[in-house]
């Protein structure tokens, strides 16, 4: 079998007849090119886009009306930004003062708060301290916290005493408050402001005044004695304020340079009530022996007598 790449494998079994009815398609042949629709097409092409460049260098360059409208706009614009800047002032400012107005509001509700919440404090701190006192020992608990809180006189801003603070004093006062009567009886009349008057004179004659309480003993009735030991040193104030009439006589200005400086040991008593009814002290009745200290100092009674007699407050 013969096979070759120019003839088909079956090329035997074909006839020359229907080989010879095929007709060969005669060549076409190929059109020039023409120029003639390119050169029209360019110059379609540049005439738009001489219009188009017409057309824009028209608008690039506006006429004077239209600059002037155009400048009226941008002015327009510029001044309607300023307005609307200064209504966002205006705003923010507003809303700044409402916000003022609205803290102070708070605050001043704030601070009427405080206050009311200092008086109910006021009111369960006095509470509180008459809780203090035991209850099974009231009479004698009460006695011994009262030379405790007064042992070394009045606590006020004035005086150089341990307990030299306001918040002291306010302590003293509410211990009074808590357990003697409004109308208590005391040496300077009646009421917790002349018992406190009578601390705070000893405490400016006397301003390192240290009272002790030594013993405390049951009394007649509902009754309690206590017996103390105090130390004063007498000054210069003392001496102005005290023994005055010392001052401006030969024998006076004499004792009065023994007292200076001189530190006495004064032993003393209190008295103190106690009303079961009230559960409160109703009475509280000191004194003291100045006589037995001066004559140690002074050594003459004559002398004693000569500096206590017309003495202010010994």
Not at 216 to 231: C, D, F, P, Q, R
Not at 254 to 278: P, T
Request: aromatic share 8%; charged share 25%; with cysteine.
């Amino acid at each position: 079998m013969n096979i070759s790449s120019l003839h088909p494998p079956n090329y035997e079994s074909l006839s020359e007849a229907v080989i010879s009815d095929v007709v060969q398609r005669p060549s076409v042949k190929s059109r020039p090119f023409s120029y003639t629709h390119t050169a029209h097409v360019s110059i379609d092409y540049t005439s738009s886009r001489s219009e188009y460049l017409q057309t824009s260098s028209q608008g690039a360059s506006p006429s004077h009306e239209e600059r002037k409208l155009i400048s009226s706009t941008i002015s327009m614009s510029a001044e309607g930004a300023i307005l609307l800047k200064r209504q966002q002032r205006r705003q923010t400012q507003q809303r700044y003062r409402k916000k003022v107005r609205e803290k102070e509001g708070t605050i001043d509700c704030e601070v009427q708060m405080l206050r009311e919440q200092v008086k109910r404090l006021n009111g369960q701190h006095k509470q509180n301290i008459a809780q203090s006192v035991p209850l099974e020992a009231k009479r004698w608990g009460v006695v011994a916290e009262y030379f405790r809180l007064f042992g070394r006189g009045l606590a006020t801003n004035t005086l150089p005493t341990v307990n030299n603070s306001a918040s002291n004093m306010k302590v003293q006062r509410g211990f009074l408050q808590a357990t003697m009567a409004p109308d208590v009886s005391v040496n300077t009349g009646y009421g917790i402001d002349r018992l406190l008057w009578g601390w705070e004179t000893l405490s400016r004659y006397y301003p390192d005044c240290d009272v002790k309480l030594v013993t405390l003993e049951i009394g007649a009735g509902n009754s309690l004695l206590a017996t103390t030991k105090a130390t004063r040193t007498i000054t210069e104030d003392t001496l102005k304020s005290v023994f005055q009439h010392l001052i401006g006589d030969a024998r006076g200005s004499l004792l009065g340079a023994k007292l200076l400086g001189k530190q006495l040991v004064v032993k003393g008593s209190g008295f103190f009530i106690w009303d079961d009814a009230k559960d409160r002290v109703i009475s509280t009745l000191y004194s003291v022996d100045m006589l037995t200290p001066m004559l140690e100092l002074l050594g003459s009674l004559e002398d004693v007598s000569h500096v206590l007699d017309n003495s202010r407050y010994a």
